[in-house]
């Protein structure tokens, strides 16, 4: 609500590309007479808190790149939009933080270079799941940094003083959701957060769902598929039994149930360990994470949240080999992996991750868990993500009517399963616009 | 200007008509050189854009198969607009944002009114203490005030909700039912003050004459407000309407950062919200200039149509 003039709405949008399109800073220094005594410099935009921490061991290590850190806003936020526009105006920075869920739309827009020359020798450094989120058409466009298989974080001296045991399986947890909101009206197993695709979708993912499968020339859809009903029924009945609260996570409502032992446990990848410690200090020591309660008694099913973090060589770079060989330096270096774990990048998209020092032993994390290798737990469960899971282009359509219809089932008290009806209609039709081919 | 146009006669009998001619285009172009910068800034940063959207709101970028190819810029002409127009949730925003109207806009001009017409009577107590304390929440920015008012619409971190509940009302302000008048109260604060110093300047600018001659005929307080100052501040107030009327169209800032609090709000609660989500998330400028060309075809039409009824013959006294 700016008291301004009556076109500034239809300059918002023409501003925003205007602005974008402005160079923050020249992405490359041009090269100049003295090029071999001058380091060449590299832009990486990130939004990774304390990422820098990585750019300099990076830089520390390269006498001869220099990498600029630009922070930016996180890309869902504006970030991307400000990545398109730099690459549509050819000043693009050299490497940027994409999500995997994001990737296929930097590849529809034709901004992410093709490594696949650079990478291929280290590609084996990557665990698998991870390399296969990069590549379209059998050309690589990423370099995977980090993933996020899911894990159950709980209050584990609430659980023990009511005496729940870790649920294992989803009926335990329903079961154990009552008992804690027996034991206080207050008080809940977990958030439901409306407000967040990634973690609705990790649970679809977990139940068995495919989304998004290609089929010949065309994406085949199932939003709705009755995986993801199965899930969305069980959230169904702990919310009409009022068993979880129905609140944003990461919302400062949720920052203070968490504090205050409201709400008890949280699904989320390794960097909610992140989230957790910073902010909610007071309960070090009370905390636990799990493997994700089974559909089946015994499966080591899970899913992942928004699949994970890569980084990526945006269209237009003058120095493709230096920002391919950064990209990979940053994301498979131990030390650097070990920075980038203990800063809550995410778990480390490597193969092998028995070399990453934080991972072996993190005194401060662990004694948050009451001296839990949390880690274990993380290891497990990105070795069973399923990698059929693909993601498709506009994937920010398929956040925003998920979102926005799981809202409105809560508000209107409809059920949740029409919600996910709701959503995959939206998506049809939405990729079906684009000139994207789907069957249904 | 007799005496200027006396100097031009006097140079065309001194040095003839050419000259004059010569001098009168100097100061054209002095005139011009002194306009030029306005200009030019305001092409380049106000209309251009506005044409710039325009033309965009005309094409559509179009992919084949998985969508990984490379795209098309295709011209969809008036495409984007009947998508927009026809989709459901825009139309749910069009006619919230018109509730809001409906609900803001007087609500805002009686408040600024009366606390400046309060201030006014000469009176109150340190008037010129609390004007400041009323314009001071303009100061604040509009995306810190949602901030501090998302804390206090919040049970579990407001301490007033939970006072309330504590005395037995369970108060919801980000229910969809409130949530309008919840976004309604943000905006209240914030700009009523504002507001209120517009008007307020208005009434000083009252020749203390007319009140004295008022105090002759034996007008009391209530009669000078109704026969005296609303009336002689009548153009204030109609400008506080205008500014409230495009202000509020423009609705974006207040429900964007309320949304991650309430089920009530989604992406496409007002046109500039689902603008801002198609440009900025979907990465579809085209629909948003779309979107954005057609609430400023109706925030002009609306202004127009206001300032129209207001200005119209017979229509001075009310």
């Known amino acids: ?440 | 200007m007799t005496a200027a146009a006396t100097a031009i006669t006097a140079d065309d009998v001194l040095h003839g008509p050419t000259d004059a001619r010569r001098r009168s285009n100097k100061r054209i172009g002095v005139a011009l050189l002194f306009v030029l910068p306005f200009t030019l800034m305001f092409l380049a940063f106000y209309v251009a854009p506005i044409i710039y959207a325009i033309v965009d709101s005309t094409f559509a970028m179009k992919s084949s198969g998985l969508g990984f190819g490379p795209q098309q810029h295709v011209f969809v002409f008036l495409d984007n607009y009947m998508a927009a127009l026809s989709s459901p949730d825009f139309q749910a925003g069009l006619g919230r944002l018109f509730l809001f109207c409906l609900i803001e806009v007087p609500l805002m001009v009686v408040t600024a009114g009366v606390l400046a017409l309060l201030l006014d009577t000469g009176k109150t107590l340190w008037p010129r203490g609390f004007r400041v304390i009323y314009f001071m929440p303009y100061g604040v920015p509009g995306v810190i005030a949602t901030l501090l008012w998302g804390f206090l619409y919040i049970p579990s971190t407001s301490p007033v909700l939970q006072g309330l509940s504590r005395a037995g009302i369970d108060l919801q302000p980000l229910d969809s039912g409130n949530v309008l008048f919840a976004i309604a109260n943000i905006s209240l604060w914030l700009y009523a003050g504002y507001n209120m110093i517009v008007l307020t300047a208005a009434l000083n600018s009252i020749p203390t004459e007319i009140y004295e001659a008022a105090r002759i005929d034996r007008a009391g307080e209530w009669a000078m407000v109704w026969r005296i100052k609303l009336p002689l501040i009548r153009p204030s107030i109609v400008l506080v309407t205008l500014f409230t009327i495009i202000g509020t169209l423009q609705l974006f800032v207040e429900p964007l950062v309320l949304s991650p609090l309430t089920t009530a709000i989604n992406s496409t609660f007002t046109p500039n919200m689902a603008a801002y989500n198609a440009a900025f998330a979907k990465n579809n400028s085209s629909v948003a200039a779309a979107m954005a060309v057609i609430v400023a075809v109706i925030a002009f039409a609306m202004s127009i149509g206001f300032l129209k009824i207001v200005n119209r013959k017979g229509s001075e006294a009310w």
Request: hydrophobic share 40%.
């Open chain 1, 1 to 440: 609500m700016t008291r301004s003039k009556i076109a500034v709405a239809a300059g918002l949008v023409a501003f925003g590309l205007a602005a974008c399109s402005s160079p923050a800073q020249n992405p490359t220094t041009s090269p100049t007479a003295n090029e071999s005594t001058e380091p060449l410099t590299l832009t990486f935009q990130s939004w990774v808190p304390n990422i820098d921490r990585a750019v300099d061991l990076f830089n520390e290590a390269h006498p001869n790149i220099h990498v600029n850190l630009e922070t930016i806003t996180a890309g869902p936020d504006g970030g991307y939009a400000k990545m398109f526009s730099a690459v549509q105006a050819g000043n693009a920075a050299d490497v940027a933080q994409v999500g995997y869920d994001w990737l296929p739309d930097f590849v529809r827009n034709g901004a992410a270079e093709d490594i696949t020359a650079g990478f291929q020798s280290s590609a084996s450094l990557f665990q698998q799941w991870g390399v296969d989120a990069m590549t379209f058409g059998g050309a690589v466009y990423g370099v995977p940094q980090a993933s996020s298989p899911l894990g159950l974080y709980y209050r584990s001296d609430i659980f023990e003083g009511l005496g729940i045991e870790t649920p294992q399986t989803w009926d335990e947890f329903y079961q154990a959701a009552k008992a804690v909101h027996a034991s206080d009206p207050n008080r809940y197993i977990a958030a439901f957060a409306y407000n967040q695709t990634p973690w609705l979708l990790g649970l679809s993912e977990q139940a068995g769902a495919v989304w998004f499968e290609p089929e010949n020339d065309a994406w085949k859809v199932s939003v709705n598929d009755p995986e993801t009903k199965k899930m969305a029924e069980f959230w169904q009945k702990l919310i009409d039994e009022d068993l979880v609260k129905i609140e944003a996570d990461m919302s400062n409502e949720w920052y203070a149930d968490i504090q205050n032992g409201n709400v008890l446990s949280w699904i989320c990848g390794s960097w909610g360990d992140a989230i957790i410690r910073g902010n909610a200090p007071a309960t070090s020591g009370k905390w636990a994470v799990s493997y994700l309660p089974q559909w089946t008694a015994g499966a080591k099913d899970t899913g992942t949240w928004a699949g994970g973090s890569a980084n990526v060589v945006l269209k237009g770079t003058k120095h493709l080999k230096e920002a391919i060989e950064f990209a990979i330096w940053l994301n498979s270096n131990p030390e650097s992996v070990s920075t980038l774990v203990s800063i809550g990048a995410g778990w480390p998209a490597l193969a092998d991750t028995t070399q990453i020092p934080s991972l072996q032993d993190d005194p401060t994390v662990f004694a948050f868990y009451g001296g839990q290798n949390i880690w274990d737990v993380f290891a497990e469960s990105d070795k069973n993500v399923a990698s059929r899971w693909k993601w498709p282009p506009l994937v920010s359509s398929l956040y925003t009517s998920v979102t926005d219809n799981v809202k409105a089932s809560i508000n209107n008290k409809t059920p949740l399963t029409q919600a996910f009806d709701a959503a995959q209609a939206a998506m049809v039709a939405a990729m079906r616009d684009a000139g994207i081919s789907v069957v249904e």
